[in-house]
């Protein structure tokens, strides 16, 4: 079984709000930076947002102000709330938990399956 699993991938128009989650299974992630990453066709996959264990977060610049991370360590769960969306947000979203509190995907040990997320315009 993959170590995160996320939420089935939706579609919404532009402007719109979806929220992702991931639940985490056969590890405890609330020692765990936990991240959120995308890829778009013919892109390599960014880093998105990230929380760390303190619940800080960390968002690349083209989500500020849009996206909000979050997490639930009782549920071994996070989300990450996506609003006012546009069509340059349509990826595969991914979760992933690591040991640094880093946009870097590298950093990250455990990943989600990855779900999509189509914005129309």
């Known amino acids: 079984q993959v170590p995160l699993v996320e939420s089935v991938g939706i579609s919404e128009s532009s402007g719109g709000s979806i929220t992702l989650s991931c639940t985490g299974f056969g590890y405890t992630y609330s020692p765990y930076c936990l991240g959120w990453f995308r890829q778009s066709p013919g892109k390599e996959r960014e880093g998105v947002a990230i929380?760390?264990?303190?619940?800080?977060?960390t968002y690349a610049d083209f989500v500020k102000g849009r996206f909000t991370a979050s997490r639930d360590n009782a549920k071994n769960t996070f989300y990450l709330q996506m609003d006012n969306l546009s069509p340059e947000d349509t990826a595969t979203y991914y979760c992933?938990?690591?040991?640094?509190?880093?946009?870097?995907?590298?950093?990250?040990?455990?990943w989600g399956q990855g779900t999509q997320v189509t914005v129309s315009s």
């Open positions: 992933a938990a690591g040991n640094y509190d880093s946009l870097n995907q590298y950093l990250y040990t455990h």
């Open positions: 929380i760390d264990s303190g619940v800080r977060t």
